[in-house]
């Protein structure tokens, strides 16, 4: 999916009609992130292979912070870990009442992905950051609101609608004006430096994934019961 989801990219890039982009998730969640089938495989994995599958994987993602016009995401139902750092990497959330929304990196003995120590306190506050990362709670659509995580809650029936009408009304506004205030906004928070972030994160990542801790997590959240975690292990460096 992270292949495919880089070639629309790509092609979009040669788009010169192109004014905004919405995604959504079809069916009903918007994404769970990371497949409980690719999470075994990396705990299963060597760890210079998983960083290379986790840092492939998250710069693809991304990659939408590169599209010349802002791109928004209607939030339709979870999204979670990866799931929720690609929401992240749209410039604007639309949640539908019914979404729910998490980085459970922790509740899966994981240190978070896809740049969410760089994102999430820029695109919130430092304060709303430590809270989600440290903790993986699981926040409905109007906390996330409050929280200043997504823009604005629709009823699911009205989702789309709401996405398409902002993003109609970027598409009204001058491109060449559009195109040049996205890239300043994009400026405060340099891609060198997401992707510095994002690379840190995949390098401890990859090592997150072979402790009991991440063995423990998935079991733990598969089967919806609490989690019986090991002491603190030697830091991990990066
Ligand atoms: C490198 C990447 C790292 C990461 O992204 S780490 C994050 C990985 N993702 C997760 O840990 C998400 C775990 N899932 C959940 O927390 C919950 O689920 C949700 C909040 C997403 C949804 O909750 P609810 O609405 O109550 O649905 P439900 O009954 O828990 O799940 C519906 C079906 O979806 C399957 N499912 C959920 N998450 C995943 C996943 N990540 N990979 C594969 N399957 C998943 C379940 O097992 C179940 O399936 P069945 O209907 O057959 O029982």
């Known amino acids: 999916m992270a292949a495919a989801f880089k070639e629309v990219a790509d092609q979009l890039v040669l788009d010169q009609g192109l004014r905004a982009l919405v995604i959504t998730g079809e069916g009903r969640a918007f994404s769970a992130g990371g497949d409980f089938g690719f999470i075994e495989d990396r705990i ?39 799931g929720m750092g690609l ?11 019914t979404a729910k929304l998490s980085f459970n990196f922790v509740k899966l003995g994981l240190t978070p992905g896809m740049a969410s120590t760089c994102v999430l306190p820029a695109a919130t506050s430092h304060q709303v950051a430590c809270r989600l990362l440290l903790t993986g ?18 009823e699911p029936d009205k989702l789309l ?12 506004a001058s491109p060449s004006a559009v195109a040049t205030t996205l890239r300043m906004l994009r400026g405060r928070l340099p891609w060198e430096q997401l ?15 072979k402790r009991p801790d991440c063995r423990e997590g998935v079991d733990s959240v598969k089967s919806k019961r609490p989690a019986r975690f ?7 460096t990066t």
Do not use: C, W
Request: no cysteine.
């Open 195 to 209: 992707e510095a972030a994002a690379l840190e994160e995949a390098r401890l990542q990859a090592t997150f994934f």
């Open 230 to 236: 090991g002491p603190i292990e030697r830091p991990a």
């Open 161 to 172: 609608g709401a996405a398409q009408q902002l993003a109609g009304r970027i598409a009204a």
């Open 87 to 97: 929401a992240m990497a749209a410039v604007m959330r639309i949640a539908s009442s």
């Open 44 to 82: 299963h994995g060597d760890v210079e292979d998983n960083f290379r599958v986790l840092s492939g994987f998250y710069t693809t993602f991304l990659a939408l912070r590169k599209l010349p016009v802002p791109t928004l995401a209607a939030i339709n139902g979870p999204a979670v870990g990866g």
């Open 137 to 154: 709670d699981l926040i409905t659509a109007q906390e996330a609101l409050e929280l200043g995580l997504v823009l604005q809650v629709a």
